[in-house]
């Protein structure tokens, strides 16, 4: 892994021509450097053949995962609580789970690219809106900088060609990328992105909240691209009218239930099925080789969680936004059996992962109108899959402790393969 020196050669004219044409990408891609959403200058170069291996091994994972959801439950409502589904979220799931395949939909790991070893998974999120930006524009920037590989992969290309199909077929209908009302602000980058993508081959998408959708639901000539998920309904009247649709217009852009799968305590089941023996040769070692050791917090272990902070991260299962992580090398011991009491005594499963330390790499960060010294920082990167394919992905860097997330002051970049 490698984060190449754009600005060493460049005298100051140059630097400040390339950082415009960066900002200027990242605003045609519906991203806008703001002083708390920097863009990272550099993208960062990965081997591919590294690529190719952790793709086999998170699919399989996956695909095992799937396995022992039905071999250690007897219900689906059984692994539905396992994986964190609050009591009132229940019935909306179970209806839900029969729209579309989940799997179908892009997959994005959170990789950690370890300090003193491999890229490691911590977390996977299943779904549109966990896209990061639209890079066509940003990658054609580095396309013409010697000193960046020229290979990447467009991580876009699946929504456009899917919407696009959908379009052809549907002339004069709306198209409608839909979001809940709880997260659309928090999403707008991501929205208009998306939005931007499609306008940039001549397809026209409104944005609107759920509770805007409402007032339309039940007409015919519109399609929905679903960012939301099962857990931002709040009525059973509202998954009805979501079946409804579907049933009527016979699209699913992306499933609502395939939030299940992102549920962090798929990783402690995962590494149950190890521990038990349920797992074939091939899965206990990509299990071994892609994920940290993860299982669900428990009051019988709490001691031996407490002693071990420096080694340990805690985190609910179905958090977003790096919502309650806590990564233990970055608190005092008080904070964190503080911590430690309030995921046991919490109502949400908590689950606890081995603490794998991210590898440090020096970035300049840019926002309008100002570039930021070149700074070692901690990097995570976006690795998405999609039909058990490697999709291209992205990188979040952060010079703070702590969980590395664009909501916690990271800067956001693109990746190139080597």
Known sequence: MFVPDLYSQLDARQADALDGR????????????TADWHMLAEPVQVSRAALKQL????????????????????????????????????????????????????????????????????????????????????????????????????????????????????????????????????????????????????????LVRMSDWEAFAEEDRYGLIEVFNALDFTSMQQVERYLRYQRRVGQVFCSPAQMLWSSKAIFALLWQGVQDGVLGDEAVAAVRRAIPFTRILQAAERAAVLARRAELVIKPATGLGGDRVTVGTAVSDAEWATEVDAGLTSADVFVVQDFYAPASRPFTRLVEGQRFPRTESQLILGIFQMDHAYAGGFARASTRSGAINVMRGAGLGVMREV
């Open 22 to 33: 960066i900002l200027q990408a990242g605003l045609e891609s519906g991203f806008r450097a």
């Open 55 to 206: 793709g086999q091994d998170l699919q399989l994972c996956l695909d095992s995962a799937v396995l022992l959801s039905r071999l250690l439950f007897p219900t689906p409502e059984a692994f539905y609580r396992y994986c964190g589904i609050a009591e009132e979220k229940l019935p909306f799931l179970a209806a839900l789970a029969e729209v579309g395949d989940p799997f179908f939909y892009p997959k994005r790991w959170d990789v950690i690219p370890g300090a003193d070893g491999p890229m490691k998974a911590v977390e996977v999120n299943i779904g549109l809106a966990i896209a990061g930006i639209n890079q066509r524009s940003i990658q054609q920037v580095y396309d013409s900088v010697p000193s960046v590989s020229p290979a990447w992969t467009d991580t876009s290309g699946f929504y456009v060609r899917r919407v696009a199909e959908w379009a052809k077929r549907h002339p004069g209908h709306r198209l409608v990328v839909c979001d809940c009302d709880a997260w659309f602000d928090d999403d707008l980058n991501f929205l208009q992105s998306l939005q931007h993508l499609l306008q940039s081959q001549d397809i026209e998408a409104e």
